[in-house]
């Protein structure tokens, strides 16, 4: 299995800019989430699923949008990017309640 | 607001030394609380977990310890080597699958 993967690794994005940061997971978990880390900081929840078509807000939902098509991919929207968005996200499944979160490699992103 | 936090936001060892990192949370209800360790450009790695019934727990040279009364949480690493410098961060489990992660204490491992 190749676990939580994330694309891109790496982007620039000027202010309005618009962009999709991907997700995926190959351990059929049902469970999601998008996390953001700012420079010496902890995680803060964006947004998870329970389950494919299933989504709800985290900590800091504004400004990002996700959906959840299929089991395997939880993609993270940014519709209008703002310097505030700058940091680095990471994706996280579970297979069920309370069992270890396996996390992405994370996406770093700055907005300029 | 409920919190996850760090009493130390840096901690230097010395190689073979044991390590303390402490956490104190503020929500009495959380239940499950896990440490993860973070290297640079690395997403979280799991440690250890413990939940709320328990006082203790150990794994492989890690050891943590729950003190509910006042609401406090340690990770404690045996014979400290290079290899565990990272920043260590504790989550409490908040809710319906939300963890509330704490700020981080780096750990500085010389030999």
């Known amino acids: 299995n190749a676990g939580v993967t994330q694309t891109p690794k790496f982007r620039i994005l000027k202010i309005g800019q618009s962009m999709t940061l991907q997700c995926t997971q190959d351990m059929n978990h049902n469970y999601m989430y998008w996390y953001r880390q700012d420079p010496g900081m902890g995680l803060k929840l964006i947004y998870y699923?329970?389950?494919?078509?299933?989504?709800d807000k985290g900590e800091v939902p504004n400004g990002y949008n996700v959906s959840r098509s299929t089991t395997e991919d939880f993609p993270l929207r940014l519709e209008l990017a703002a310097p505030s968005q700058t940091s680095v996200y990471f994706c996280?499944?579970?297979?069920?309640?309370?069992?270890?979160?396996?996390f992405g490699p994370g996406t770093r992103l700055l907005v300029l | 607001g409920e919190s996850v936090g760090l009493h130390l936001p840096t901690l230097s060892v010395q190689e073979g030394d044991n390590s303390i990192i402490n956490c104190a949370y503020s929500n009495s209800a959380s239940d499950y609380f896990i440490w993860y360790k973070q290297e640079s450009g690395k997403g979280p790695q799991f440690i250890i977990d413990i939940r709320s019934n328990m006082d203790k727990r150990q794994g492989q040279r890690v050891t943590v310890l729950l003190n509910k009364t006042v609401k406090h949480l340690s990770l404690q690493i045996a014979a400290t080597q290079p290899g565990d410098s990272a920043v260590y961060f504790c989550?409490?489990?908040?809710?319906?699958?939300?963890?509330?992660f704490g700020t981080g204490t780096r750990l500085l491992v010389s030999p």
């Open positions: 996280a499944s579970i297979w069920d309640l309370k069992e270890t979160q396996y």
């Open positions: 989550a409490e489990f908040k809710g319906f699958q939300k963890l509330v």
């Open positions: 699923s329970v389950g494919a078509g299933i989504t």
